[in-house]
């Protein structure tokens, strides 16, 4: 029988994306096995993250700067701020940064819409989105790629966020076909996203 402490911290890593409980045992005993040093580390380190680390205010990326309030790529006034594209989530941006293609903005909506129960979730997802739409309303937004995975829920989540930006008349266009059904931007290679961003319609 493993001690209480040991349970709590497997319980924690447990939580973490594709971590399952043996992966998360794995991580507790190495910790305890290596030197103190290594522990101290981990610890200073997730500090630090939590005390620098700021979300941008226009598309919610998570950044690490002292002096401004928006992220390095809503800051930097060559990019096209007439361009917007929502992902569902960070790791999606950064798949899409990583084919230097792209020169727009972007909006973070931080998760889909399910296709059943799905109140909760559109009403968390309905609230990011109004501050996007104030956005919409006043910085002269021409036009809104929804490169949102092509899931079920994904699908779900574009025709939800169609008809929530249809009264704005702003030209919306999502990522063709390119990207296979039920894959994911994130897996996806730099020739595929670019293909993908070029056929939008």
Known sequence: MLSPSIEKLIKIFAKFPTIGPKTAARFVFY???????????LIESIKELKAKIKTCPWCFKIFENETSEL????????RDSSLVCIVEKEIDLEAIEKTATYKGLYFILGGVLPVLKKELTEQTLDNRLSQFIERVKHDGIKEIILAINPTLEGQNTI???KRKLEPFGVKTTQLAKGMPLGGELEYAD?????SAFEGRK
């Open 31 to 41: 910790l305890l096995d290596s030197p103190a040093l290594t522990s101290d580390e």
């Open 71 to 78: 992220c390095e790529i809503c800051a930097n006034k060559n």
């Open 159 to 161: 025709l939800w966020l």
């Open 190 to 194: 730099e020739e595929t996203i670019s």
